[in-house]
């Protein structure tokens, strides 16, 4: 079965650097476009940014451009999200999803993907 387990995510400061992962199994990975998305409490899931799957185009949400940069490794079906300069307003659980469809291109919607990880948390707190 499609299975995507992220982790990487814990607590830091404010400036402080986070790497996260979503490892992939079961499908071929690399067909398929793969986004990040966080949800804060009381607050509805947004696209983080994503990376399509023949030339890794990349797409980033405006409030973390400049700070975060999405890469994919497909020989280890892995996809990573480096985060730096990390804020508080960063704070959420960290999810990376998978298109549903193949070849297509990069979104921030998450009506645009449906296969989702269980999430790994991310707090930045002084």
């Known amino acids: 079965q499609l299975q995507l387990v992220e982790s990487g995510g814990g607590l830091v400061q404010p400036g402080g650097s986070l790497r996260l992962s979503c490892a992939a199994s079961r499908f071929t990975f690399d067909n398929y476009a793969i986004g990040w998305f966080r949800q804060a409490p009381g607050k509805e899931r947004e696209g983080v940014s994503c990376i399509t799957s023949r030339f890794g185009s990349t797409k980033y949400a405006d409030s973390v451009k400049g700070r975060f940069t999405i890469s994919r490794d497909n020989a280890k079906n892995t996809v990573y999200l480096q985060m730096n300069s990390l804020e508080p307003e960063d704070t959420a659980v960290y999810y990376c999803?998978?298109?549903?469809?193949?070849?297509?291109?990069?979104?921030?919607?998450?009506?645009?993907?449906?296969?989702w990880g269980q999430g790994t948390q991310v707090t930045v707190s002084s």
């Open positions: 999803a998978r298109a549903s469809y193949m070849f297509r291109a990069c979104a921030l919607s998450p009506a645009d993907f449906g296969s």
